[in-house]
Each structure stands twice: as structure tokens, then as C-alpha cells.
């Protein structure tokens, strides 16, 4: 007897944010191929670059409005928990992404620090002013979409952009009023550092979700201290909590109880307990007759004893 508690996506609200990544992989893509035809018009191997840039953000914009229609499929035979989690892979394959974009960039910049390129710093400023609208646009579009690994993902490749038109209008400014051509690459390198934080943060979440890590600010001995404080419960082992996907967590354990006569009532209070106080909605209890424990079973929290009526033998049993 087991308890199975659900929390699904609005399947509208997935439609909607991937019809809003459509709208940005158009905007995206047609402001690149605007960049392109301008650097090649104004022999700006910068503007040239950041078109490649837009490019590789069009492409990942792509993959993530494909991973959110996939991930609002429902479940089925093959895929019990449904397809939530292609969203969290897409984020992770754009993190990588936006990894190698800014091997790029650091490469590039550093090669035009060796070996600076003239640039029109008009031109360059008026395409990066244009750059700077479309790329405020697509930012305010994502950014009021729902909010998932797969979206800021997404948010991180059009930031990036944000940052670089911002950056491009400077060095534009600064080439057009001095002539000092090397706040290009110097701009670029800044640019390059701070997308890495942020990337490498993305890549490390995505990862701790898809290898079924605890989520972030949950405390499994915590959970487990509270479930084995509930009236009744001798003993928690084989617990676990991961994410299903972004803002999916699930739940599972093996309760060991003084008799198996309140059950129900005792699974009712587990349920809303794990609702309020940690927000866990999918959860999956398996009741057990006292000593049921499974000792070829590693777990990193094993049993938590009751801290209630059983004496002085409140203790926590952990796997080394």
C-alpha cells in the first residue's frame, strides 16, 4: 500500500512557453543574419563573430522550444513519468554549449590581441544598438515564460547576447571617438568570464538532476527526522528524494510501524506533511511490519528512529 501524489505541468503554460521560444529563435536568427550581411558590409570581423555567436543561440533557442514540447507530452507505457526531463537535458546540452562559445570568444580575443583587426566603430555601434532592441525583446519574452532549468538555459545564451551588444556599442564608441581598436577583444574577454559563471552554475544543476541527486535546500535527514516523528513510525529507511525535473520532486521510503492498523490515517498525515513543509507532492511510501528492514539495501540514511515513545534509543544508522 503505497501513497502516489502528482504534480504535473499545466500543458498549456508548457505550449505557451514554447511558442514563446519559437518567437525568440525567429527574432534571434533573423537579427543574426543582419549582423552577418553588416560585418561582411563593414569588414567588422567582431560583428562577423557575433553573428556565428547569435547563430549557436538560435540553434540552442531551437533545441529548447523542441524540449519543451516534448517535455509536456504526457506519460505513457514506455515513459511512466513522462517526458519532463528532456527539458533538463536540453538545459545541460546548451550549458555545454555555452561552454565551448566561450572557448571561442577567449581564443578570438585573444588572437586579435596579437594581431588587432581595423573596425568601423560607426558601424559597429549602430548594428550593436540594433543588436541591443532585439536581444531587450527576446530577454522580456523568456523571461515571463516559466520559469525551468530549459528556459535559463535559454536566458543565459540571450543574456550573453545582451551583454555582447552592450559591450559592442562601447567598443564601438570607444574605436570611433579614440581609434584604440583592443577594447574589442578586451570587452570580449570580460564578457567571456562572466557567461562562465553562470554557465558552469546551469551545467552543475542540470547534472545533480539528471544523476537523481537531493534537491537544492533539501536536508534528506530532515525529511527522513520527520517522518519518523509521526505518530506510529518506528523507523524510515530506503529514503530518497530527486527531482523528476525542474521543480518536480519525488519521494520514496520504507516505513517501518508499530502495526500496520493505521496505515491509512498515518499515510494521510505523511502526505500533507511532505506537501507543506517540504513541497514534496510525488510521493511513494511503502508500509512495513517492525524490523522489516532490508539490510542488503545501501542508503545514505538507513533508519531514523522515532524521536517520540521509544525511549532512549533515538539513533541514526548511516552507511559509510
Known amino acids: 500500500m503505497a501513497d502516489h501524489a ?52 538560435a540553434l540552442a533557442l531551437g533545441l529548447a522550444a523542441f524540449a519543451s514540447w516534448v517535455g509536456s507530452r504526457p506519460a505513457g507505457r514506455r515513459h511512466s513519468y513522462g517526458f519532463a526531463r528532456a527539458e533538463v537535458i536540453a538545459a545541460f546540452v546548451n550549458g555545454l554549449a555555452m561552454l565551448l562559445i566561450v572557448v571561442v570568444i577567449v581564443v578570438e580575443s585573444i588572437g586579435r590581441l596579437l594581431d588587432p583587426q581595423p573596425v568601423s566603430g560607426f558601424g559597429v555601434m549602430v548594428v550593436a544598438i540594433v543588436g541591443l532592441v532585439a536581444n531587450l525583446f527576446v530577454a522580456f519574452l523568456i523571461g515571463r515564460a516559466e520559469r525551468s532549468l530549459n528556459t535559463r538555459a535559454a536566458l543565459i545564451h540571450v543574456v550573453g547576447d545582451l551583454i555582447g551588444s552592450v559591450a559592442a556599442i562601447t567598443a564601438g564608441a570607444v574605436i570611433f571617438y579614440t581609434g584604440w581598436q583592443p577594447i574589442d577583444p578586451l570587452l570580449s574577454l570580460v564578457i567571456a568570464v562572466l557567461i562562465l559563471f553562470s554557465t558552469v552554475r546551469l551545467v552543475l544543476e542540470a547534472l545533480h538532476v539528471l544523476m537523481e541527486g537531493v534537491p537544492a535546500g533539501m536536508r534528506i535527514e530532515e525529511i527522513g527526522g520527520a517522518l519518523g516523528a509521526l505518530n506510529g513510525v518506528r523507523a524510515v529507511h530506503d529514503l530518497h528524494v530527486w527531482n523528476i525535473s525542474s521543480g518536480q520532486v519525488a519521494l520514496s521510503a520504507h516505513v517501518d510501524l508499530d502495526s500496520l492498523d493505521n496505515w491509512a490515517p498515518l499515510l494521510e498525515s505523511a502526505r500533507q506533511m511532505l506537501q507543506t513543509r517540504f513541497g514534496i507532492a510525488h510521493v511513494t511510501l511503502q508500509p512495513e511490519p517492525a524490523g522489516g528492514i532490508n539490510p542488503g539495501y545501501r542508503a545514505h540514511v538507513k533508519i531514523i528512529a522515532q524521536q517520540g515513545d521509544h525511549g532512549p534509543d533515538r539513533r541514526r544508522k548511516h552507511d559509510h
Open 6 to 57: 502528482h504534480r504535473h505541468h499545466d500543458h498549456r503554460q508548457l505550449t505557451g512557453t514554447g511558442r514563446t521560444l519559437i518567437v525568440a529563435l525567429v527574432v534571434t536568427l533573423g537579427y543574426a543574419v543582419v549582423e552577418f550581411v553588416a560585418g561582411a558590409a563593414f569588414h567588422s570581423l567582431a560583428l562577423m563573430s557575433d553573428a556565428g555567436h547569435m547563430l549557436s543561440d
